[in-house]
């Protein structure tokens, strides 16, 4: 079984800074691509930003150039530094990770495993 555990959120106040881990344990054999999400109150889940496991970086257009998505392939751990908060960052942050595990019968597969979620609040 493959978990993800979140931690890191919290409230600040805009303008601050907040850095978000997220730890994946488990029977894996490869995490390809990383990512976080955030979904806020009555709104859809929206991409914030992902990272493959090249490297290679991808943001929502609002978090480009206050958000740095990184990861430690040793750690099986990705990170989301958020700076320069602002209230409408306000969401719970869901870490994201397409693992493949090994299995008796297919040999590997591979599936899209997520979070529970931490709360971002950011006072005005």
């Known amino acids: 079984q493959v978990q993800l555990v979140e931690s890191g959120g919290g409230l600040v106040q805009a303008g601050g800074s907040l850095r978000l881990s997220c730890a994946a344990s488990?029977?894996?054999?490869?995490?390809?691509?990383m990512g976080w999400y955030r979904q806020a109150p009555g709104k859809q889940r929206e991409l914030v930003a992902t990272?493959?496991?090249?490297?290679?970086?991808d943001y929502a257009d609002s978090v480009k150039g206050r958000f740095t998505i990184s990861r430690d392939n040793t750690k099986n751990t990705v990170y989301l530094q958020m700076n320069s908060l602002k209230p409408d960052d306000t969401a719970v942050y869901y870490c994201?990770?397409?693992?493949?595990?090994?299995?008796?019968?297919?040999?590997?597969?591979?599936?899209?495993?997520w979070g529970q979620g931490t709360q971002v609040t950011v006072s005005s």
């Open positions: 488990g029977n894996i054999f490869r995490i390809n691509d």
């Open positions: 994201n990770a397409r693992i493949t595990i090994p299995t008796p019968t297919t040999r590997f597969l591979a599936s899209n495993y």
């Open positions: 990272i493959t496991s090249g490297g290679g970086t």
